[in-house]
């Protein structure tokens, strides 16, 4: 709510802000007709001319309303960046009913990257870095055997087995693991 506000206060700035520049150029156009001399005081003269003629007057506010315009508006989307978003809806049979739906949305400003399927491994290494021990041993649990004798899934069994305070475990898998490690003879 407070960004909302800093916004409009910030809008509404900017305009009284145009619109004080606006007041004061006129005048200072209309001043320097008089004063300055030359062809700057003439050119002013003639501008001022054009500018006050009935007709010209709306169509040279128009044209200046048009500038300011597309003068802010090319501003604010290099400073905000393009408008361009990219749209992601969650979905699937294990979506929660309460959820609303604004949560199942989700907003990107550059293209998210394809989904993959990361493999079993890499599914427990990312639920061990984040302590989810159980989601850890959910992957492991699902690995083959030949999988489970790689020496990577490996140390990863040891960390879980010392996160988890399986001391046995892990005396077990350190074994496994300098066995594995030695080159055949």
């Keep these: 709510m407070g960004n909302l506000k800093d916004e409009r206060v ?7 802000t145009i619109l004080m520049t606006l007041t004061l150029a006129v005048p ?10 030359g062809l700057v005081g003439e050119w002013l003269g003639t501008l001022i001319g054009i500018m ?17 315009v597309i003068g802010l508006n090319s501003w604010r989307r290099r400073n ?16 929660p009913e309460h959820l609303p739906d604004h949560a199942k949305w989700a907003i990107y400003r550059e293209m998210p990257l394809e989904r993959e399927n990361p493999s079993l491994l890499a599914q427990a290494e990312g639920a061990l ?9 959910q992957s492991i649990g699902a690995m083959n055997s ?3 004798g790689q020496p990577e899934v490996l ?11 399986k001391l ?5 898998l350190e074994r496994a693991l300098l066995t594995t490690s030695q080159p055949a003879e």
Excluded: C, H, N
């Design 10 to 16: 910030k809008q509404v700035a900017i305009g009284v």
């Design 28 to 37: 200072a156009m209309l001043l320097g007709w008089r004063k300055l001399p």
């Design 52 to 68: 006050t003629t009935p007709f010209f007057m709306e169509a040279t506010f128009a044209i200046l309303g048009l500038v300011i």
């Design 80 to 95: 905000d960046g393009d408008e361009l978003v990219y749209l992601e809806q969650v979905t699937g049979p294990d979506l």
């Design 129 to 137: 870095a984040i302590g989810d021990f159980s989601a850890a041993s």
């Design 146 to 148: 030949a999988e489970l």
């Design 155 to 165: 140390k990863l069994r040891l960390e879980l087995a010392k996160a988890t305070g």
């Design 168 to 172: 046995e475990l892990a005396q077990d």
